[in-house]
């Protein structure tokens, strides 16, 4: 003991003959200690007043196994075993839980920084550390992390939620557009999209020169229908007539319901004369699966057709002629 109050009354000589050093020593504001290598045993030389508030107590020749509890004692010793071994500075984070001079329970981290202290002969004699109190900021890193886990789990959340919204709003887009689109009764395309469709159709084949047709026809007797039935029965012999066309035009060609029981039929890539044997074909299958009789007006695109309704008129005028030949019968 008399070595290490000689050792200590020495270190602290030493510090005084230079003010700026003894100053820096007792008014530092983080842990600094001397620690001096005894073999394989770490003995606490000096310690600053910060240190000493630290545990309580005065730690001079103390064993750092005497002063903490003997876990904690060995995860700081393998740290100054390192500084050893390396003979270089050495700095790390630490955490560490004990009770202070006065049985107080003390926990917390440091970054401590470690100097190898040399003798004239270059062996280590001791190290000289530096222990800054890192326990608020890491609580203050933890809470930060913890908050941005939070808070990702939250954006992560409502972007799902977002991404379902932009789902059903889009579904909800497409029913729309469908039933802006198409005939309530028969699920055919309506007026409204026939025509911008077959606007369509004429300026691709105005553009290449391609042949596009226009079927349109009725049904016959439907108003008798209507009147003696019913309209429910006139509503599932229009649904029966619109299957039955469907089932019978190419995939390319485009059924719509023009108003009441008029229905008009796109033919792209074909002639008028292949149109009117499509027409042929239509009245044929609507007469044998639906039983009953459809007439039919037929016209083709022509290069001065500005508008759909054009080609309409003239397939407008066939059928009424149609139907007062099938009349006359």
């Keep these: 003991m008399?070595?290490?109050?000689?050792?200590?009354?020495?270190?602290?000589?030493?510090?005084?003959?230079?003010?700026v050093l003894a100053e820096i020593w007792q008014h530092f504001p983080?842990?600094?200690?001397?620690?001096?290598?005894?073999?394989?045993?770490?003995?606490?030389?000096?310690?600053?007043?910060?240190?000493?508030?630290?545990?309580?107590?005065d730690c001079t020749g103390r064993r750092l196994h005497d002063i903490l509890p003997w876990p904690v004692a060995e995860q700081v010793v393998a740290h100054y075993r390192d500084c050893l071994r390396?003979?270089?500075?050495?700095?790390?984070?630490?955490?560490?839980?004990f009770r202070d001079g006065d049985g107080v329970e003390?926990?917390?981290?440091?970054?401590?920084?470690?100097?190898?202290?040399?003798?004239?002969?270059?062996a280590i004699t001791h190290l000289f550390g530096i222990s800054q109190d890192v326990t608020e900021l890491r609580l203050a890193r933890e809470d930060l992390e913890r908050y941005s886990h939070n808070l990702e789990a939250v954006v992560e959340e409502r972007t799902q939620a977002l991404n379902q919204a932009n789902r059903e709003f889009e579904e909800a887009n497409r029913r729309l557009e469908k039933l802006a689109s198409c005939d309530p009764l028969t699920g055919v395309g309506n007026r409204r999209h026939f025509q911008a469709r077959a606007e369509s159709e004429m300026e691709r084949a105005r553009r290449h020169g391609s042949p596009?047709?226009?079927?349109?026809?009725?049904?016959?007797?439907?108003?008798?229908?209507?009147?003696?039935?019913g309209h429910a029965a006139g509503d599932a012999m229009l649904k029966r007539v619109t299957a039955t066309a469907q089932a019978t035009l190419r995939d390319a060609d485009l059924l719509g319901r023009y108003g009441g029981d008029e229905f008009v039929v796109l033919l792209p890539d074909t002639r008028?004369?292949?149109?009117r044997r499509m027409a042929e074909r239509l009245q044929a299958r609507v007469q044998e699966q639906?039983?009953?009789?459809?007439?039919?007006?037929?016209?083709?695109?022509?290069?001065?057709?500005?508008?759909?309704?054009?080609?309409?008129?003239?397939?407008?005028?066939?059928?009424?002629?149609?139907?007062?030949?099938?009349?006359e019968r």
């Design 2 to 19: 008399t070595d290490d109050r000689t050792a200590r009354e020495g270190f602290l000589h030493e510090l005084a003959q230079t003010s």
């Design 30 to 57: 983080e842990n600094m200690f001397l620690i001096r290598v005894e073999g394989p045993d770490f003995v606490v030389e000096a310690s600053n007043a910060k240190m000493q508030q630290l545990f309580a107590q």
């Design 86 to 97: 390396q003979d270089a500075p050495l700095r790390y984070e630490e955490h560490a839980a």
């Design 106 to 122: 003390k926990e917390g981290r440091w970054l401590t920084l470690l100097l190898p202290v040399h003798d004239t002969q270059g």
């Design 212 to 229: 596009l047709s226009l079927l349109m026809f009725d049904l016959d007797g439907f108003k008798r229908i209507n009147d003696e039935v």
């Design 272 to 275: 008028l004369a292949d149109a």
């Design 290 to 327: 639906a039983d009953i009789s459809i007439s039919v007006g037929a016209a083709g695109f022509l290069a001065d057709d500005t508008h759909l309704e054009h080609l309409v008129q003239r397939a407008d005028t066939e059928l009424l002629a149609a139907k007062r030949t099938r009349a």
